[in-house]
């Protein structure tokens, strides 16, 4: 949800690569979704921005119905778009909206997944839930397999769904041998936080950044990202027509699979250099949303690290990150860029995770830097550190941090 730049490549016989970057010109942009030939992305004030084709009335249908409303999220597949406003209603356009809205009226929606006619909805309790047309029985079959869990991951196609519950189990509305019943068995024992299918592929992201990855390799799109993914910590994923895309910690896109549509070459060269925090899939492109690589704070001194604040909340939601020793204060705040930072390594950094627009300290907490004199490395004693519990840090190069906030 870190606003950037859009990017798109692929297929743009209806305007659904063309018309989204013009519409996107300019414009900072926090959340992506892609239908079989329609581009949908959400402006960091909450605009949803359309371009594509307008089959089943998708494009101008989800406009209308946005008019006026703040966006959170979107989602799409194949000729169906839903959105979901910051005050939790949902809105549906395409194949099925008419009851995807009836099924949801009056509900307060935390996520949706858009699938052919039909969606999955979190509500404001974790309960999953569908809406739309269950003809191929998949709805109730997800339905079962999550019935009295909160759920808080979901992903959905023409005739499959995945759910995510609390607990980072996977489970999908297939049985027997299929790639989405193979991926759950892969995953079996671990604790998963992202799941993206398509095209007889399942790819899925464990909590320790694992990938996981099912189903047809007739053009090495399973192997080839698995290899890619080797050894890295990947946070998000996507897979359509013989391509299989990967995100790792640090923004890199990776891909794999068969390029004569020409989407691979293209979105990976679109994005290199860049930092990718959104992914969306469509039929035969890809939207990205990625911002520049933070250049580095510049010539560190000794015990200084160069840090940055993510948090996985509301992007508008701004959070500050306040680390203390004694009189002295330093801060990191949400969606800006990383700063250097000194550390102390003789005595307690006390961090405070303070909201922004309330001043309202949310979790405070400890930590312990040591230094390398003979390599200058700063690190982390996790012994002595006492970090909120909602509040992670990963060191992706010598000393280049960043602390991450799930609310």
Known sequence: MTPGALVAAGSDDSGQVSGILEAAEGRRITAVAASAAASLAVTEDGT???????LY???????????????????????????????GTLLAAGSGAAEIVRDTQGRTVRAVSAGSGFALVV??????SAAGRDNGGQLAAILKATEGKRVTVTDCGSGYCFAVTEEGTLTSSSSGTSFSAQLVKAAEGKRIRA?????GVALAVTEDGALLATGNDGSQQVSGILKAAEG????????????????????????AGADTSGVLP?????????????LARGALHFLAVARERDRDCGPLEPRQICASLHTTGDPQDTHALVLKVGDDQQQLVSGESCRAVDTQSTQATHVVVR????????ATGSVYFTYDHGTGAVGIDEDKSQLPQALTCHRSDVNRFTFTWTP
């Open 48 to 54: 949803l921005l359309v371009a594509g084709e307008d």
């Open 57 to 87: 009335e998708l494009v101008s249908g989800i406009l209308e119905a946005a008019e006026g409303k703040k966006i959170a999220a979107v989602s799409a597949f194949d000729a169906t778009a839903v959105a979901v406003t910051r005050d």
């Open 123 to 128: 509500g404001e309790d974790g309960m999953l």
């Open 195 to 199: 799941v993206s299918a398509g095209n």
């Open 232 to 255: 890295k910590r990947i946070t998000a994923v996507a897979a359509i027509h013989n391509v299989c895309l990967a995100v790792t910690e640090d923004g890199t896109l990776l891909g």
């Open 266 to 278: 293209e979105i990976l060269d679109a994005t290199a250099g860049k930092r990718v925090t959104a």
């Open 355 to 362: 909201r922004v627009s309330t001043a309202q300290d949310l």
